[in-house]
């Protein structure tokens, strides 16, 4: 008799452990641990969400602070000008120097090792509400003078680009979890009902499901956007970009699902219902929805790094988010200058954190297209 959790020799003499009866969820997630792409993607993932909702206290200067034009990202570091250690880290603005670049023959930069100022946490700074909630001026970390201090640089405005990046996470990530969550619904809703019931009427929806995916979706993306004029409140222009990405990225799930749907309305079970006198509408949601929620998951973690990409190229365009709301592609609109990458390139920040979206939740859904594959 095998006991849960112990081992056993197979008929092959390998070594196995035995499993007690696991939920669907328990069983997913053991093989997803597995998989150390997919909890690394997984521990992105959350720490993502992490930086979107606490962003005010993450970030050390408020984003909408103008200081000097371009100025260069400060040094941090634990020597002081005449290299001996210190206790506690210590930042250190950058200044022109005598000497030129023989190339450029611009000065070369370096830090100011005469004007030191100490680094500390959880220092006093711009006022915020935490969570949108709770009044505090609390950050984790800057100055301990309570002057700005730009770890990656400003902006051509003088505004700090680590600050932004981490507020622009929220726009970026609430655009694509809203279309994603659009996207689902409708597109699972469609693909079901066309697939369940078939004939005529899944023929006609189907043509239209090919009548969205044969528009061309750049120029059409590009022809909304431009419709609203540029007085519009930003309130309005970000709901008509979602309106936009989620009516043209519902087809593709749509058809997915259908294929499924079709092969799960032959199955026994699904027979059976009909036969009692089961409602389509029971049938539809209560034994053919959980059978394609399992590539619904994996469609949802492959689509919202595709969203991402799209909101940081029409941003970067000038077609996605406005002033002054903040999001990565907007911020990538400073690197149109090849000029102004060359000389400043800590203004590709955003690209860092796009990279860094798009990998992780790539690799989670990787991970769990393997977890909840039953074979």
């Known amino acids: 008799m095998l006991v849960p959790g112990e081992s056993t020799l197979s008929g092959t003499g390998e070594i196995v452990e035995t499993h007690g009866s696991e939920s669907y969820i328990a069983l997913v997630w053991r093989r997803l641990k597995r998989s150390w792409t997919g ?8 720490l993502l969400i992490f930086i979107a909702l606490f962003a005010d206290f993450l970030s050390p200067v408020d984003p909408k602070f103008t200081d000097i034009a371009y100025s260069q990202p400060e040094t941090v570091s634990f020597t002081d000008k005449d290299g001996g250690w210190t206790l506690l880290p210590r930042i250190y603005p950058m200044v022109e120097g005598a000497e030129l670049d023989p190339i450029t023959y611009q000065p070369l930069v370096g830090p100011d090792y005469n004007n030191p100022r100490p680094l500390g946490f959880f220092v006093r700074g711009a006022p915020y509400r935490l969570l949108w909630l709770i009044p505090a001026e609390r950050h984790l970390f800057g100055a301990v003078d309570g002057k700005p201090v730009h770890f990656l640089g400003t902006d051509k405005f003088g505004r700090d680009v680590l600050s932004r990046a981490l507020y622009g996470s929220r726009i970026s990530l609430m655009i694509a979890l809203t279309v994603v969550s659009i996207i689902t619904v409708v597109g699972t809703t469609v693909g079901m009902v066309s697939g369940y019931f078939g004939g005529r009427f899944d023929i006609w929806v189907q043509r239209f499901v090919e009548l969205v995916l044969a528009f061309p979706q750049l120029p059409l993306y590009l022809a ?6 540029v007085t519009a409140p930003t309130s309005v222009f970000l709901a008509f970009v979602i309106f936009v990405m989620s009516a043209l990225g519902w087809a593709q799930l749509s058809r997915e699902v259908r294929g499924k ?11 059976a219902a009909i036969a009692i006198g089961a409602r389509d509408r029971r049938i539809i949601f209560q034994h053919i929805f959980p059978n394609v929620m399992s590539h619904v998951i994996v469609a949802v973690t492959l689509a919202i790094p595709t969203v991402v990409l799209l909101e940081s190229f029409l941003g970067f365009l000038g077609f996605a988010v406005k002033p002054p709301l903040i999001s990565w592609g907007l911020m990538l609109q400073d690197t149109s200058n090849y000029s102004a990458i060359g000389s400043y390139p800590w203004i590709l920040t955003p690209v860092a954190f ?4 798009v990998f ?10 393997d977890a909840i594959d039953p074979y």
Do not use: E, K
């Not at 909890?39 to 959350?46: I, P």
């Not at 796009?354 to 979206?357: I, K, L, N, R």
């Open 39 to 46: 909890m690394a993607g997984l521990v992105m993932v959350v």
């Open 224 to 229: 909304l956007t431009s419709l609203i004029p």
């Open 261 to 271: 749907t079709l092969a799960l309305a032959r199955i026994d079970y699904v027979r």
């Open 354 to 357: 796009v990279f860094a979206t």
């Open 360 to 369: 992780a939740f790539n690799a989670l859904g990787d991970g769990l297209r």
